[in-house]
């Protein structure tokens, strides 16, 4: 064994091509296509191709007959390894540029996969059934065959390039305004309006004035009357009268309602609230943002309306019942499209209507 230790370590220390071999030196004889071009045979392609194929055998009759996989796969006590064709959902979504994404929460195959709905509430209900293709048949517009539509102005306004400093400047924005509406598009089957998000905001001024109890009835209230968990928020102004401190008082709560608790939140405000309220001619024409969002308010005894605060009255003290405003987003670019949608769901609007 002495004798072998140097050539072993030899070996190693040695480049590669300079090593000895283990596998016996033996003679490779290849044929490739340049050899045999060059020899000049020619040989038939398919004579290397077996005769017979495997597809062809049959297979017995008592094999067949005998092959049954619920039987076996029930005498089977170990339960077999995934397979590696299963599909399996990523537990975390890595960003739109990973290779493997998780399904959306709509697919059957998804970890977040809840089956449903199985009923609709009755706002949506009668959107779908009624108010769309109603507002599809009011807002359609005919543009016969080779219509060409006018030119338009531009939006913003260019610079004129008398000044060195209008060079590489951003567009003006239009005369005699600092804000620019929404475009709007014509309504179609797959923009018709809909109510995207409702949300509630009550300014309590009394939590920094008397004691927290007023932040904490409203914040109590507005979760009963939305189904949804209420943010607080601090103020942000300075009030001397009213002894608010920028940053310091917590006067504000809010809740942003989705999905069904903001189609049952209006299928009550709708129903149950504003038909109850006395002397009261509908929301303004003046309200909104000529970007389809409508806001209106509503006092303490409004908000006493709701079923949720009118069934546990006693818990919440009177004076304490906060006052709110309440925000409808649309998906429509004006308000005139987003008065046609909630005059449709019932509604009531007076006065002016500015668009």
Not at 101 to 118: D, E, I, K, M, T
Not at 165 to 181: A, E, F, K, S
Not at 236 to 255: D, E, H, I, Q
Not at 332 to 346: E, H, P, Q, V, Y
Request: glycine share 6%; with cysteine.
């Amino acid at each position: 064994m002495a004798t072998h230790e140097p050539s072993r370590y030899l070996a190693r220390a040695l480049p590669r091509a300079f090593a000895p071999s283990v596998r016996p030196q033996s003679s490779c004889w290849r044929r490739n296509a340049s050899s045999q071009a060059s020899s000049g045979q020619s040989s038939d392609p398919f004579s290397e191709l077996e005769a017979g194929s495997s597809l062809g055998a049959t297979v017995p009759e008592d094999v067949v007959k005998s092959f049954d996989p619920v039987k076996k796969a029930r005498s089977r006590k170990v339960q077999l390894p995934r397979s590696r064709y299963q599909f399996r959902s990523p537990k975390y979504d890595r960003g739109p540029l990973h290779p493997h994404r998780p399904p959306p929460p709509s697919n059957p195959a998804s970890r977040l996969f809840v089956p449903g709905p199985f009923s609709l509430p009755r706002v949506e209900q009668t959107w779908k059934t009624t108010i769309a293709s109603d507002i599809m048949t009011l807002c359609y517009v005919h543009n016969p065959p080779g219509f060409i539509p006018p030119t338009k102005a531009p939006r913003l306004r260019e610079w004129d390039d008398s000044s060195p400093y209008h060079r590489n400047r951003q567009l003006r924005g239009p005369r005699g305004g600092d804000v620019l509406r929404l475009l709007r598009k014509p309504i179609t089957f797959n923009n018709i309006p809909e109510i995207e998000r409702i949300t509630i905001h009550s300014y309590v001024k009394q939590a920094a004035q008397e004691s927290s109890a007023w932040l904490h009835v409203s914040g109590m209230a507005v979760q009963a009357i939305s189904n949804a968990r209420v943010e607080t928020f601090k103020s942000k102004a300075s009030v001397a009268s009213w002894s608010l401190v920028p940053g310091k008082n917590t006067v504000a709560v809010k809740a942003e309602l989705y999905g069904e608790n903001m189609l049952h939140f209006m299928g009550k405000l709708i129903d149950v609230v504003l038909p109850r309220i006395k002397d009261w001619q509908g929301v303004k024409g003046t309200s909104g943002d000529s970007s389809g969002n409508i806001t209106f308010g509503l006092e303490p005894e409004h908000v006493a309306l709701f079923p949720e605060i009118e069934v546990n009255y006693d818990m919440y003290p009177p004076k304490m019942i906060p006052g709110c405003h309440i925000t409808i987003h649309t998906s429509a670019r004006t308000d005139k499209d987003a008065r046609l949608l909630l005059s449709a769901l019932g509604m009531p609007f007076h006065g002016k209507l500015v668009d």
